[in-house]
């Protein structure tokens, strides 16, 4: 299995709902990361984890609750969304922990609308 | 701080034409450096990276791009492309002697190939 699978593919919430966004990895990776992509812009990093430890919050809100519960499962929960949080929500994952000379394999992503 | 700029972000070209998508980067030391594809409502999919030694880097699709360390580019080329590549490209740096594989991504470049 060489692939990054990302659950829902597409999502709408209302600003007081609470829902989790799931990614999976079953390549033996050992760091995985949450990135929000709005429309026409880069992907930009939220949070990394590294052997299953979180190593970086780039100082994202905490209606924001990321989870990893093992190698291969990395959770976006998600509480009290604003509008502006509608975006692409993409998973990726790289060998060896996060080293910086690694290649991260990306999921297709979930599309998140926030009425 | 690590910075990435792609020179153009619309790049329009005809079927079996050359292309070049410019990117230079900006960082106080060693750097590895990524191109990344994205096709409409899609992840990012890795073309080719470059880590050391050769300075130029074969990738998939017959993409190639040649890293200068005097210019601070790393610019991407196809000698003939497809209506198949029409996508979105993103240069994408990390930077050596981080622990946290945290990439910065340039703003995008759209290559639409005409027939």
């Known amino acids: 299995d060489t692939e990054v699978t990302q659950t829902p593919k597409h999502l709408v919430m209302g600003m007081t709902n609470k829902k989790s966004l799931k990614c999976e990895q079953h390549?033996?990776?050992?760091?995985m990361y949450w990135y929000k992509q709005k429309a026409k812009k880069p992907p930009e990093l939220m949070f990394v984890?590294?052997?299953?430890?979180?190593?970086i919050n780039e100082s994202v809100p905490s209606r924001f609750s990321p989870e990893c519960p093992n190698s291969s499962l990395l959770n976006l929960h998600l509480h009290a969304l604003q509008p502006e949080d509608s975006a692409l929500y993409l998973c990726?994952?790289?060998?060896?922990?996060?080293?910086?000379?690694?290649?991260?394999?990306f999921g297709p992503g979930t599309r998140l609308t926030v009425l | 701080a690590q910075s990435v700029t792609q020179l153009d972000s619309q790049v329009p070209v005809f079927e079996e034409a050359p292309v070049e998508l410019r990117c230079n980067y900006s960082?106080?030391?060693?750097?590895?450096l990524f191109w990344y594809v994205q096709y409409p409502n899609q992840g990012l999919q890795l073309l080719l990276k470059?880590?050391?030694?050769?300075?130029l880097v074969k990738g998939i699709n017959g993409f190639e791009a040649e890293f200068n360390k005097s210019q601070t580019s790393f610019h991407l080329r196809k000698p003939s492309v497809h209506i198949s590549d029409t996508a979105e490209y993103f240069c994408?740096?990390?930077?050596?002697?981080?622990?946290?594989?945290?990439?910065?991504f340039g703003q995008g470049t759209i290559l639409t190939v005409h027939p």
């Open positions: 960082s106080s030391v060693s750097v590895y």
């Open positions: 390549m033996g990776h050992r760091a």
């Open positions: 984890y590294s052997y299953e430890k979180l190593s």
């Open positions: 994408a740096v990390s930077e050596d002697g981080t622990s946290y594989g945290k990439l910065t």
């Open positions: 470059y880590l050391s030694g050769s300075t």
């Open positions: 990726a994952s790289s060998p060896q922990g996060s080293g910086a000379y690694n290649e991260q394999f």
